[in-house]
């Protein structure tokens, strides 16, 4: 590995015990330049990102612009997001998780990375989609508003709180296209072949890019057996979202982690026990790096290449992002 733990920078916690093993993963994966930016990006705060959820507002573009003023926030305080049209960011203190418009669901805050994998995604009206591991239930809501509340959108989750808080957010947005599914989605493939349109997977895993320094609980159950625990179980999601996957259709694999394991060598897995291909991402991005094509000495695909990191900033969390296609008809 290319950190020496001498060289760390001081903005790890002395409370996080692995401090030098997640460097050093930070630095081979970006190199030690980007690394210590993104380690001090995890100490700050980010800003809050929403966008205007249609189902509640309807779709004439006035009524939507009238919710902002709903806010309760200033014009100065809100900020168009470019990469996204239709995304907004505020201050972190802005009180907008409080405002009016949070509480009726007029707005919807989402971090700009999660709305990404929709946007990559493309779900279209009439589409039948499958959400494999839906829970909270944010990547749900905003299918459902780029679909227009038409077609079906299946959403699975396994956890049985998580289930629940997923049907009761999703419904207090207005959606009224989505079923929902308490089960093991390592399973839906071989229930349900080559059913759907477009599968996304948000794949549970070790949310290390949602660490922040200032709050130990984002931290305090990280380590190497996490990231392999998890590794595990993406493997088996991501081959069962495939098998549901229609010939011709599209598949969204995304994680909220750094770590080649839980990414890259996760798509690289199904490449090997499937036809998939990888797609090129043509989507305005913000900064991000490709994804890795070699691994600690060994080859991965090509094709890996056009996978992405989102880099994390103020606004955008960190996040892998990969689109995938099965060979057929369009």
């Known amino acids: 590995m290319s950190a020496n733990p001498k060289s760390l920078p001081d903005v790890f916690p002395a409370a996080f015990k692995d401090t030098a093993q997640f460097y050093a993963e930070l630095c081979d994966v970006y190199g030690d330049e980007l690394a210590v930016g993104i380690a001090a990006q995890l100490g700050q705060a980010s800003r809050l990102s929403f966008w205007v959820n249609p189902l509640r507002t309807g779709w004439d573009q006035s009524s939507q612009q009238a919710v902002l003023a709903d806010t309760g926030l200033p014009p100065s305080d809100l900020h168009a997001n470019p990469q996204l049209e239709g995304l907004w960011s505020a201050r972190v203190d802005g009180g ?51 679909m227009r509340n038409s077609g079906r959108i299946a959403a699975v989750e396994s956890v049985k709180a998580r289930f629940f808080r997923l049907q009761a957010n999703v419904e207090r ?16 493939g071989r229930a349900v072949p080559e059913r759907f349109d477009k599968v996304l997977l948000d794949a549970p895993c070790s949310s290390e890019a949602r660490i922040r320094w200032f709050d130990a609980s984002s931290y305090a159950h990280w380590s190497r057996r996490k990231v392999k625990e998890a590794q595990r179980k993406q493997k088996r999601l991501l081959r069962s979202a495939y098998d549901a996957l229609k010939p011709g259709g599209s598949l969204v694999y995304c994680t909220c982690s750094f770590s080649v394991a839980e990414n890259e060598a996760v798509v690289h897995h199904l490449l090997q026990a499937s ?56």
């Open 275 to 330: 036809d998939a291909q990888v797609q090129p991402l043509e989507l305005d991005l913000p900064p991000h790096k490709a994804g890795v094509t070699t691994w600690r000495g060994k080859a991965m695909p090509p094709s890996l290449a056009q996978t992405i990191r989102v880099l994390p900033d103020a606004v955008w969390d960190g996040f892998y992002l990969a689109l995938l296609r099965k060979p057929g008809p369009n």
């Open 96 to 146: 907008l998780t409080h405002s009016n418009a949070a509480n009726d669901a007029s707005i919807y805050i989402q971090n700009p990375s999660s709305l990404l994998a929709v946007r990559a995604l493309a779900p279209q009206e009439e589409q039948e989609v499958l959400d494999l591991a839906a829970a909270p239930g944010g990547k749900t809501i905003a299918m459902a508003v780029a």
């Open 173 to 188: 947005c207005g959606v009224s296209n989505v079923d929902f599914y308490l089960r093991d989605g390592r399973g839906v």
